[in-house]
C-alpha cells in the first residue's frame, strides 16, 4: 500500500496543511495556530480553567504551558486563582486577548464558510460520518492485539 492510500497519511497531511494555513494567516496579527485556539477555548467572561485547555485541544499539558507563557508575555491573557478553588488557576482574557481572539473566530468561520461552500452537504455529511467511525477506531483498546510489535 501506498502512503497516499493510508488514512493516517490522508488526514496527517490535510491538517499540516491547514496548520499551515492557519499559522500563515495568524502571523499577520503576531500569533500562531496555537495560540488562536487557545483564544478560541477560553471562556471570555467566566475565563477557563488552565487544566480544561489543554484537553480541548489535543496536548500536553508541557506544551501548553509554554504557549500560555507566551500569551502571558504577549499580554494576551492573564491568570487568576479560580474563586471556587483556590489550588486552580484561571486563563482570563485581556482586552487584546479578546480582540485577537475575534480575529481567529472570524478566520475560523470563514475557513468552514468556504468549505461548506465548496463540498456538496451530502459529502460533508459523509465526511463527518467517516471521521466519527476513524476516532471510534483509535479508541478501541484492542486495536493492536495479536500484532507483535
Not at 473566530?105 to 459523509?126: I, M, S, W
Given at each position: 500500500?501506498?502512503?497516499?492510500?493510508?488514512?493516517?497519511?490522508?488526514?496527517?497531511?490535510?491538517?499540516?496543511?491547514?496548520?499551515?494555513?492557519?499559522?500563515?494567516?495568524?502571523?499577520?496579527?503576531?500569533?500562531?495556530?496555537?495560540?488562536?485556539?487557545?483564544?478560541?477555548?477560553?471562556?471570555?467572561?467566566?475565563?477557563?480553567?488552565?487544566?480544561?485547555?489543554?484537553?480541548?485541544?489535543?496536548?500536553?499539558?508541557?506544551?501548553?504551558?509554554?504557549?500560555?507563557?507566551?500569551?502571558?508575555e504577549a499580554g494576551l491573557i492573564f491568570r487568576?486563582?479560580?474563586?471556587?478553588?483556590?489550588?486552580?488557576?484561571?486563563?482570563?482574557?485581556?482586552?487584546?486577548?479578546?480582540?485577537?481572539?475575534?480575529?481567529?473566530?472570524?478566520?475560523?468561520?470563514?475557513?468552514?464558510?468556504?468549505?461548506?461552500?465548496?463540498v456538496a452537504p451530502e459529502k460533508l455529511k459523509v465526511f463527518f460520518e467517516v471521521l466519527?467511525?476513524?476516532?471510534?477506531?483509535?479508541?478501541?483498546?484492542?486495536?493492536?492485539?495479536?500484532?507483535?510489535?
Amino acid at each position: 500500500m501506498r502512503r497516499e492510500e493510508t488514512v493516517d497519511y490522508n488526514i496527517k497531511a490535510t491538517w499540516h496543511a491547514i496548520a499551515r494555513m492557519y499559522n500563515q494567516r495568524a502571523a499577520r496579527y503576531g500569533g500562531t495556530m496555537s495560540t488562536g485556539f487557545v483564544l478560541l477555548n477560553v471562556d471570555a467572561e467566566e475565563g477557563t480553567p488552565a487544566t480544561k485547555i489543554a484537553p480541548l485541544m489535543g496536548l500536553e499539558a508541557r506544551s501548553l504551558t509554554r504557549i500560555l507563557k507566551s500569551m502571558e508575555e504577549a499580554g494576551l491573557i492573564f491568570r487568576a486563582p479560580d474563586p471556587n478553588d483556590r489550588r486552580s488557576v484561571r486563563i482570563f482574557l485581556t482586552p487584546e486577548g479578546r480582540a485577537k481572539k475575534e480575529k481567529a473566530r472570524e478566520v475560523v468561520l470563514h475557513f468552514n464558510n468556504t468549505v461548506f461552500q465548496q463540498v456538496a452537504p451530502e459529502k460533508l455529511k459523509v465526511f463527518f460520518e467517516v471521521l466519527a467511525e476513524i476516532n471510534k477506531v483509535v479508541e478501541r483498546p484492542d486495536l493492536f492485539e495479536g500484532i507483535k510489535a
